[in-house]
């Protein structure tokens, strides 16, 4: 049994106009996500959700808040709930790419 691949051409209503949550935001996935959706959609808002400070500062020099006024920054912890409960409140979709 063979299964056809996904187009993914068309944008995808879960995403344009979605606020998503990437936990491990600031990882290879996670910063290669972001570069790919703010390029081919139309998000309400993007949180890139990290533990790393440094990293995030870096990401955050590269998708500036004038050209990508929809990414957010959130420094966290994927094990500490009451911050990923606080990360995501109002998050339609969450892509969970952190180690731990």
């Known amino acids: 049994m063979s299964v056809s691949p996904r187009a993914f051409d068309a944008p995808l209503p879960e995403i344009n106009g979605a606020s998503i949550l990437v936990t491990g935001g600031t990882g290879s996935f996670g910063q290669a996500f972001v570069g790919t959706v703010l390029k081919r959609f139309k998000p309400h808002k993007l949180i890139v959700f990290s533990r790393d ?29 009451d911050r990923l409960e606080m990360a995501m409140r109002d998050v339609d979709v969450v892509v969970h790419a952190a180690a731990l």
């Open 53 to 81: 400070e440094q990293k995030q500062y870096e990401m955050a020099r590269n998708f500036d808040d004038r050209s990508h006024p929809c990414v957010r920054y959130f420094i966290g912890d994927v094990r500490d709930v």
